[in-house]
């Protein structure tokens, strides 16, 4: 059986693993490859501790945005309804859509908050009348708004 060798990724490398990842691989691709890119170094304590600490650095803030996503989506769901004004045609309908820039700038008049609109999932609309918008905060939450096109 051949030896392996455990190394700490300094840098993400595809099919291997994320920095600061413990990995084991094969003596030859860490002597020849990792190591002299400067893309892995040997695991020692010392580094190993280094890296649980910057690892705890970043579960703490994952943590901090997840809760300030929890509180944006409370002040969100606060205000219900978002109206947007379009000048309309025959029919109800609008002159070219309500894209998610209108909606996030909504949004942001309405709550003083800035969302990102590519967070922000709405169907096509045309036409006046109501519609829901779904507004993605965190990886795992997201706040649904009702948006009202009225005509301006």
Known sequence: MVKRVQLVLNQDISKLGKSGDLVEVAP????NYLIP??????????????????????RQLQLELRQQAEAQKVALEKVGS????KQVGENEAIFGTVTTQDIAEAIQAATG????????TIPDIN???????????????AAEIEIEVVPS
């Open 28 to 31: 030859g691709y860490a002597r």
């Open 37 to 58: 890119q400067k893309k892995a170094t040997h695991a020692t304590p010392g580094i190993l501790k280094q890296v649980e600490r910057r690892r705890e650095k970043e």
């Open 82 to 85: 978002l109206k947007i004004a």
């Open 113 to 120: 908050q800035e969302v990102d609109r590519r967070g922000i």
């Open 127 to 141: 036409h006046l009348g109501t519609y829901k918008a779904e507004i993605k905060l965190f990886s795992d939450v």
